[in-house]
Structures are given as structure tokens and as C-alpha cells.
């Protein structure tokens, strides 16, 4: 069974910088036609797609967030990490991590973990 954990602070302060880990369980992430994204979704929207990681390490980023966002992994942990630079309250929002699969879409998806930007 593929599980994903997100994990992190739940309160980060204006201009800081959140980061959060998604540790995957179940699956290999450099395994091929896998990809490894961050979604989120702010009080009352839907939901915002960030940015993803292909199994090879490459990623690409939602251009709205390109200049703050950056997604990492450590194959050695099977984790991978997203880091969103200089925050504002906008970025309150339900974080979640995701497997994206070539066949099937979006078909594993962590809790979701609550990050609130608030001094």
C-alpha cells in the first residue's frame, strides 16, 4: 500500500520560508513514469497544483510560484521536500503531497497538513 506523510511546521512567519517533507512509504520515488507533486489548497478555493518531481530528479514549478518555489529529494530516504520562499498570509492554505502516475492520474495523496503564515 503507497502511503505519503507530510510533515512540517504548522505556523510560519510573513517573509519566511516554509518548507515541508513528504516521506513516501510503499513505492520508490525515482521509480519511472512516477512523478512526485505538491498541491495545495488556501481556506475556501480549490485546489492549487505547485510543482512536481520526476522520477529522474528534474522538476518543473506552476509559473505563478517559479520564483519562490523549490522541490527536492533524498532518494535515500524515499522523501521529497518543497521550500516556498518569502510567504505572505496568501500561502495559508492545506498543503498535500501526491503521486502522479502516467496511467491513472493522481492516485495516492498524503493527509494534507495545515500551514497557516501569520506573525
Known amino acids: 500500500q503507497v502511503q505519503l506523510r507530510e510533515s512540517g511546521p504548522g505556523l510560519v512567519k510573513p517573509s519566511q520560508t516554509l518548507a515541508l517533507g513528504c516521506t513516501v512509504s510503499g513505492a520508490s520515488i525515482t521509480t519511472s513514469n512516477l512523478a512526485w507533486t505538491w498541491i495545495r489548497q488556501p481556506p475556501g478555493k480549490g485546489l492549487e497544483w505547485m510543482g512536481v518531481i520526476y522520477s529522474d530528479g528534474s522538476t518543473f514549478y506552476s509559473p505563478s510560484l517559479k520564483s519562490r518555489i523549490s522541490i527536492s529529494r533524498d532518494t535515500s530516504k524515499n522523501h521529497f521536500s518543497i521550500q516556498l520562499s518569502s510567504v505572505t498570509p496568501r500561502d495559508t492554505a492545506v498543503y498535500y503531497c501526491?503521486?502522479?502516475?502516467?496511467?491513472?492520474?493522481?492516485?495516492?495523496w498524503g493527509q494534507g497538513t495545515q500551514v497557516t503564515v501569520s506573525s
Open positions: 501526491a503521486r502522479a502516475n502516467l496511467a491513472s492520474g493522481y492516485d495516492f
